[in-house]
């Protein structure tokens, strides 16, 4: 798909309200607000680069956690939910919130400044790296990488890359690959 060239006029929706009108986006606004983090993309005066799922990939990451249902967005969300709570000792929040802030970069970044550079460090402080192909390579292994599907969106607080994957800044083992799992230390069996 070609990418549109950007346009002069300036963006005039925050980050927070682009994802707010998109319907594509129900869940990473439901994971936004359970993780108190809205005021993070809504900040007018912020300069960041959002890597945004889709809801189909959050689907994805329920699925790769062993969600068996309907592609019923609530359903998938509150799947990953329990699953964070269970990594997470009782408590998702922290675990929600890491995952959410390694989709952030602290600075607005177009698609040309960061493809097939070096590795990203997210707000969240672990690296990432977008290859040439626009794959998001993240810290969990055993899962399919992300891949930008839509670059570029202008924000007035920054950019937003829509990706078609949750990226993962920690080991998650998909639900069936526990040997892969176990061989490389990975943390849910």
Known sequence: AATPAPTDAPATSTIAELVTAGNDFS????????????????????SLTVFAPTNSAFLILARTLGYTGKANADKAFAFVVAALTKLG???PVPLLKKILLYHVLPKKAVAATIVGKG??????????????????VDLAPAVVNAKIIKP???????????????????????????AYCKARGAMLN
């Open 152 to 178: 570029d969106i202008m924000a007035s607080n920054g950019v937003v890359h829509l990706v078609n994957r949750v990226l993962l800044p920690l080991p998650i083992c998909p639900a069936g690959a526990a």
């Open 89 to 91: 000792n009782g408590d």
């Open 27 to 46: 869940i990473l606004l439901a994971a936004l607000k359970a993780a108190g983090l809205v005021d993070v993309v809504a900040d007018a005066s912020a």
């Open 119 to 136: 590795p990203l460090t997210s707000v969240e402080g672990s690296q990432l790296k977008v290859l040439k192909n626009l794959e998001v």
